[in-house]
């Protein structure tokens, strides 16, 4: 039973706090990792689920699926954060876990946020704790995980990957705080306008969190007219989420923004520029572009000028770090680059061709040659170190399923036709 401080402290948290989901049922989005029949809720509803990294972008439910599984389970929850915790506090909760499990039977589930933080010391003070079953950890975190944390946690852990909020997910979450009369805004006279509410849906762009905190502020700071109605329409959703509406419609964005992608990809630098300061000025994202521009930078030039993707990935940080208007600059120069750049498609055909092969040819053998000799007793596998040859020799690195396939096809333009006759020099000496 919640003391009367507890209730004080729970009437006084954010919106977003106060609807957090609690129960699976009331869990929104996520359909891929948690709907029905799927693996990870069967775990959760039969108290069978391990240690795990949920990993995706903020405001898409990681926290709150964590407690969702706590309360399912009956079991204790314990909520760190990487940032200002440390092996004192990962041992002080190993032991209370420890205990509570050999005196009570019951399981502690511990939440890392942010669990890429740790380092390597921190991360293995929990191992033990892991491979014993004192604990359950529950990674939470928006960055990689096969990247950013240590191997020895990730290889103990199933690792869940949460998309980012539907446009339909948020909406509904929204209206459902707007009338909840127990934890939401359900006891204010409240009206959302339909452009309020899409705005709402659309500058929150996926997190949950972001939209509730805003139609808080917005319900909080607007005055009730002349028959008490608190009416939030669009210019107070703009004013709480601080980002302008677009100021075109749904149909138009997309027009120019596939506009500007085949600018891109057409060569035609006047037009790109030209339709991402129009996107700009309608209200998109300026990142939004720039992560387009990257993905291009890959995808139309490649390895016909390898240097556009490292453009543009420094175009996209310095964006971030600048913000506007100064980081326009940076991203037009991208821009002026990847249009100018020579074109190549390669890379995206090796691309879907290594995934064609993968799915017919998943199962085959690493050549002999190849396999791992680092351990007692490995065999000799016959491997030629290319570097005693002058940097190349003639060996299989495929399966003999493959033997001679050619996944990556370079083209004759710009750089890359460079690698067309290195291909060539070492098809001819094999």
Not at 98 to 118: A, I, M, P, S, V
């Amino acid at each position: 039973m919640d003391s009367l401080f507890d209730l004080n402290i729970k009437g006084n948290a954010p919106l977003a706090e106060r609807m957090r989901p609690r129960s699976l049922d009331e869990f929104v989005g996520q359909e891929h990792i948690v709907g029905k029949g799927s693996m990870l809720r069967r775990a959760i509803l039969t108290d069978r689920l391990g240690s795990c990294i949920f990993y995706g972008p903020p405001g898409c439910g990681k926290t709150t699926l964590a407690e969702i599984i706590a309360g399912t389970t009956g079991s204790d929850f314990v909520q760190l954060n990487a940032v200002s915790s440390g092996v004192a506090d990962a041992k002080r909760v190993i032991e209370d876990a420890k205990h509570n499990l050999e005196l009570y039977g019951r399981r502690t589930y511990l939440l890392l946020d942010e669990c890429h933080r740790w380092n390597k010391a921190q991360s293995d003070s929990m191992l033990a704790a892991i491979e014993k079953g004192y604990i359950v950890f529950i990674g939470s975190t928006t960055e990689n995980p096969n990247v950013n944390m240590t191997r020895a946690i990730v290889s103990r852990c199933r690792i869940f990957e949460f998309k980012k909020l539907s446009p339909d997910d948020v909406r509904k979450a929204l209206l459902r705080a707007a009338a909840d009369k127990e934890r939401g805004l359900g006891n204010l006279d409240l009206t959302i306008t339909n452009k309020a509410l899409e705005h709402f849906v659309w500058a929150a762009d996926g997190d949950l969190r972001n939209a509730l905190n805003a139609l808080e502020m917005a319900a909080l700071t607007t005055d009730p007219d002349s028959d008490g109605k608190i009416v939030i329409d669009l210019t107070a959703a703009q004013q709480s989420i601080q980002k302008k509406a677009m100021s075109v419609d749904e149909g138009m964005y997309y027009d120019m923004l596939s506009a500007f992608c085949k600018s891109l990809r057409g060569s035609d630098s006047d037009a790109a520029i030209y339709w991402a300061e129009r996107l700009i000025h309608a209200g998109c994202d300026p990142l939004s572009i720039a992560r387009r521009t990257v993905v291009h930078s890959a995808e139309d030039v490649g390895m016909a000028d390898p240097r556009a993707l490292t453009v543009a990935v420094s175009a996209l940080v310095a964006l971030k770090n600048l913000g506007m208007p100064e980081g326009k600059i940076p991203l037009y120069e991208a821009i002026i680059y990847v249009c100018e750049a020579s074109k190549s498609p390669s890379v995206i055909k090796a691309l879907e061709a290594a995934e064609e092969l993968v799915e017919k040819h998943k199962d085959d053998d690493v050549p002999l040659a190849v396999r791992d000799t680092h351990y007692a007793g490995a065999p000799q596998t016959g491997y030629k170190y290319p570097h005693d040859f002058g940097g190349w020799v003639e060996q299989s690195y495929l399966p003999e399923s493959l033997e001679g396939a050619e996944i990556y096809r370079p083209s004759s333009n710009g750089e890359e036709k460079n690698l067309v006759r290195a291909k060539k020099i070492r098809k001819n000496k094999g």
